[in-house]
């Protein structure tokens, strides 16, 4: 890990894919307007955002602060009511139709392009898990194999601040240079030989697939102004795979 863990706000929103939020379209300017929010808010570092691959009608948007007290005190907040108030146009009812989740989010890879940073895909995974220590080992190891596979470009994850299934959970990311380079590790001897590392120390996981992780603003140098950026490609038709009989992937 390079940098200390970072206080991530994570929000799936039910957007359906035909509503372009990069285009400079009503939408697209509702959308910057939501940003913006979320931008202005005390202690904001960065944030970045893509739709699902395997399900476009999720739109996947993190938000980094400088801890998570901010990200708690927003959603309390008339900020976010406001942003409800926007959401309604881009077909979304309420905020209480929203996935609002908080993890640590540290990095396992120097430089990873993983979240945001360039990654064209970024596979995702929430592993439950009682023996918290265990599955530190077990990431650690895991980490170590996964990130010199060809195609991998950055390994990032952390323990999630709310209980999945009501256990201790643990959110993983990975970036790939395409879901088929991904699909593809997964036939390898490689992977079949060191698949069992994934099994030990959790009960399984949840909520496998990928995001395409186009978009990102960051903090400027300037503490009143913002840049915006745009890494990884476009990232919004990415092909999608049947995911009927995965198995441990990440």
């Not at 530190?136 to 952390?158: A, F, M, R, Y």
């Amino acid at each position: 890990m390079t940098r200390p863990a970072a206080p991530t706000q994570m929000i799936v929103l039910p957007i359906q894919e035909e509503i372009q939020l990069d285009q400079p379209s009503q939408h697209g300017q509702t959308w910057t307007q939501i940003l913006d929010i979320l931008e202005q808010w005390p202690g904001f570092r960065r944030l970045y955002w893509g739709r699902h691959v395997e399900e476009p009608a999720q739109v996947h948007l993190h938000i980094v602060r400088d801890n998570l007290h901010q990200h708690f005190a927003l959603l309390a907040s008339p900020a976010w009511q406001r942003i409800g108030d926007q959401l309604r146009s881009l077909g979304v009812s309420d905020t209480a139709s929203l996935v609002v989740r908080h993890a640590m989010i540290s990095e396992f890879s120097a430089e990873p392009k993983s979240l945001g940073n360039g990654a064209p895909v970024t596979g995702t995974a929430i592993y439950l898990t009682r023996d918290q220590a265990g599955w530190e080992k077990t990431w650690e190891l895991w980490t170590s194999i996964v990130s010199t596979v060809p195609g991998c470009i950055g390994v990032t994850g952390g323990w999630m601040v709310e209980s999945v299934e009501g256990q201790p959970s643990y959110v993983v990311y990975v970036g790939w240079a395409s879901l088929e380079v991904h699909d593809a590790y997964h036939h390898t001897n490689h992977f079949r030989q060191r698949a069992a590392i994934l099994r030990e120390h959790n009960r399984g996981y949840r909520e496998y697939g990928h995001v395409a992780f186009a978009h990102s603003r960051s903090q400027s140098h300037s503490p009143n102004e913002a840049k915006v950026t745009v890494t990884g490609t476009g990232g919004m038709t990415s092909p999608r795979t049947d995911r009927s009989s995965k198995l441990e992937r990440l």
